[in-house]
């Protein structure tokens, strides 16, 4: 195959597999957040370390299917790859799955996490987090999900889950649709 085929039509099925079993573990996971939240609103509090590890992940996923459509390579065939796939899904270049930071975030987490830890040496530090967002200046969260806002807080990044959820509900529906002919669609 030539590398101007930007993916060639008997292996389109592998590229809808591997970002259906992408989404449809973040719909696991987003199923988890929703049923933990329905526990805690009744005021029971027993989850919540599954509801940071979902988000968590949530997130991870999210990384994953950003290197499908934009490629951290130079190489033509993994750059072609990214344009048909963006095409195909109509993601744009303005799409919140391009976020560099969360992908940036998972690929040096280890760097991260050093970094951070020298940064606060002194203080009041919490492991995680689940709630309303926490305004103390003193206090440093290593992880938290702020329920209010939906926003997933690791480090010094702030990650809003409901505008990048709605973009991986829409693929999700399209993918679906393309795994019945094993063929991109015409949307």
Known sequence: MSEDYKIWFPHEVFYIESLLSITRTIQSEVNAVEFILKELESGEHKNENILIDAVQNICTQTALISKLF????????????????????????????????????????????????????????????????????????????????????????????????NEIKALHCMLEQDITTGRFGNY
């Open 70 to 165: 934009w490629t951290i390579t130079k190489d033509k065939i993994h750059k072609v790859r990214g344009q048909k796939l963006r095409e195909v899904y109509k993601i744009t270049e303005t799409s919140r799955l391009k976020t560099k930071e969360v992908r940036n975030f998972i690929e040096h987490f280890d760097e991260k996490l050093d970094l951070f830890l020298h940064k606060f040496q002194a203080g009041s530090i919490i492991p995680k987090y689940v709630g309303s967002r926490i305004n103390k200046e003193a206090t440093v969260i290593f992880r938290a999900y702020f329920i209010e806002e939906a926003v997933f807080k690791i480090f010094d990044l702030e990650y809003e889950l409901n505008p990048i959820l």
